[in-house]
């Protein structure tokens, strides 16, 4: 008799004891309250995002409390509030995705994964199956059905699964269109509702490995994107739904999407342009999938003085202890560090680009000393509007 896959014997070892352990990681989760989670949170280095924080984290203390309340307390579902579903909206490097690894995988330790969900296609076609997103989340659960299921699913780069009938324009447009994405829209809608998804347990391309079926009704998904040219929709769909077709003082060519609104990337997007939903079917998603998420957050462009302080407290540290650990001690000065941030501004990227920028100065310093020097002092300037290395 052939031996059995060893997922199917993971598998079989959790349903004897895998409830216990269930039970136990559900009674251990921290309860913490949401003004203590957005503390927790600015304590781990997460800066700015005030009022998409104040939400995640309120989000986040109800699905720990209503998984005690059904799963400890024995309280019918119908009992307590439906789970939430989020979609976090605002430009690159603004911090959604690193507010969910911080929140989900680093404060609760819950079983959280996130995904880059352009790397699917609907089930049948070339690309990975979307129900292999639960896949990942069980295997992040260490092969738990039952720790899979109360776990979070982050769906990175939402915003590329926009069908193509999206009129949108992309910088890069032709590039960032999935012409699958709809039928990911599709397969997507069960995983948000509480269904039944039939789930691989290996992530795999065969239809023939085996299979579990699990619920998602207490699966918590939040998605994430940029949603470049998601503001020139909203305005142009103003402008057609105002008498007269927007001659108004606001429908200036850049408010329009006109020549100078194409190419921005660093845009805050307004709570009336996040919940007004036939903007998102005009950008290319069905409605009813956008009716799946409970709350849609607007994320801000980081401003000057919030980058400076991401800059200074996440970047610089890791930075000065590569140099420490070579012998030398890094010395930023103030006008190097406003330039960085004037720099990451111009190129609209972000907290994201704070490090590229400022690793790129001291390369060559780096390059020249690392293993190879007595040591000394590292320190970058501002000369003639351009940072200078000096090292000694």
Known sequence: MARESEPMENLKKYRKSGLEHFIKFVRELPVIPPKKIFQKLEEAGYRGQDEARRAVSLMAYRHVKRIKRIYLDGAKREQVMPKANFLLIGPTGCGKTHLVELLFQQILR?????????????????????????????????????????????????????????????????????????????????????GEVVVPLELTHSTYGDHIVMSTGDIAFIAAGAFSGFQQVARRRGAVDRIGFGRGKENTPHQRGGAGAQDQIAVTFTTEEVENIANFQAYGFLPELMARFTRIVPFRALDAGTLKDILRGNVIDRLTREFEDEGFKLIVSEPALDHVVKESIRRETGARGLAAILTRHLEDAAFDTFADHPGGDVRLELEDDEIKVKVG
């Open 110 to 194: 819950l079983p959280t994964v996130i995904v880059d969900i352009t790397t699917y296609s609907e089930t049948g076609y070339v690309g990975q199956d979307p129900n292999t997103i639960i896949t990942r989340l069980l295997h992040a659960a260490d092969d738990n059905p039952l720790l899979a299921s109360v776990g979070i699913i982050c769906l990175d780069e939402f915003d590329k699964i926009a069908s193509g009938q999206n009129n949108a324009i992309f910088a890069g447009a032709g590039t960032t269109k999935d012409v699958t994405g709809m039928g990911v829209q599709r397969e997507l809608l069960k995983m948000l509702e509480a």
